[in-house]
């Protein structure tokens, strides 16, 4: 299994950002997809996941802001990223694992991670 971020960058509060999560060696029907993220001096954190049939959740500090989706032809996963602020400054991973509940505590598949940073 692979699993490759991609799309963070350096943004101002309140711009947008999209990133990907490439993935290989696992189709979406089997797994739970995840986004985390690791602020600086920060423990991990779960984002958001998508189940394998698309249902959708995520922390209460991204409700309504991130919206996660994915691309089952491109085995590709999303996380669109709206109205971003300085606590969003993170290293965001993509993470992966047939179990609802074990994505979303301790995954046992992760990609390499991608820096974001929103700046005041």
């Known amino acids: 299994v692979q699993l490759q971020a991609s799309g963070g960058g350096v943004v101002q509060a309140g711009d947008s950002l999209r990133l990907s999560c490439a993935a290989s060696g696992l189709t979406f029907s089997g797994y739970v997809m995840a986004w985390w993220r690791q602020a600086p001096g920060q423990r991990r954190e779960f984002v958001s996941s998508?189940?394998?049939?698309?249902?959708?959740s995520y922390a209460d500090s991204v409700k309504g802001r991130f919206t996660i989706s994915r691309d089952i032809a491109k085995n590709t996963m999303y996380l669109q990223m709206n109205n971003l602020k300085p606590e969003d400054t993170a290293v965001y991973y993509c993470?992966?694992?047939?179990?609802?509940?074990?994505?979303?505590?301790?995954?046992?598949?992760w990609g390499q991670g991608t820096q974001v940073t929103v700046s005041s």
């Open positions: 998508i189940s394998r049939n698309g249902f959708t």
């Open positions: 993470a992966a694992d047939p179990s609802q509940l074990v994505v979303q505590s301790a995954p046992t598949r």
